[in-house]
Nanobody, 115 residues
Framework: QVQLVESGGGLVQAGGSLRLSCSAS????????MGWYRQAPGKQRDLVAV???????NYDDSVKGRFTISRDDANNMVYLQMNSLKPEDTAVYYC?????????WGQGTQVTVSS
């Protein structure tokens, strides 16, 4: 069982920045990939960015060039640096970790971008 705890959400003006953090509890199996998803009201949960153990990253087109995902394997942390935020980035952001056996989700953190 892996427990994920997100932090760093909040209210920011358009054009501002936020940094989300996600801490993962220790896992019997190595965490192969970690990622960030977001869900706006009335919409499905969508991928924002993912990073695998080799450091390879993938981003949704809407955040490329503005968001950066990174991970600290020694401390089981994953981060999402969000710059040039837009009102359409407003959503609950969820951390996700995947091992060979299971997928785990955090409780989510609210990001609100005002225009």
């Amino acid at each position: 069982q892996v427990q994920l705890v997100e932090s760093g959400g909040g209210l920011v003006q358009a054009g501002g920045s936020l940094r989300l953090s996600c801490s993962a509890s220790s896992s019997r199996f190595s965490i192969d990939s970690m990622g960030w998803y977001r869900q706006a009201p009335g919409k499905q949960r969508d991928l924002v960015a993912v990073i695998i153990r080799a450091g390879i990253t993938n981003y949704d087109d809407s955040v490329k060039g503005r968001f950066t995902i990174s991970r600290d394997d020694a401390n089981n942390m994953v981060y999402l640096q969000m710059n040039s935020l837009k009102p359409e980035d407003t959503a609950v952001y969820y951390c996700r970790a995947r091992t060979v056996l299971n997928t785990y989700w955090g409780q989510g953190t609210q990001v609100t971008v005002s225009s």
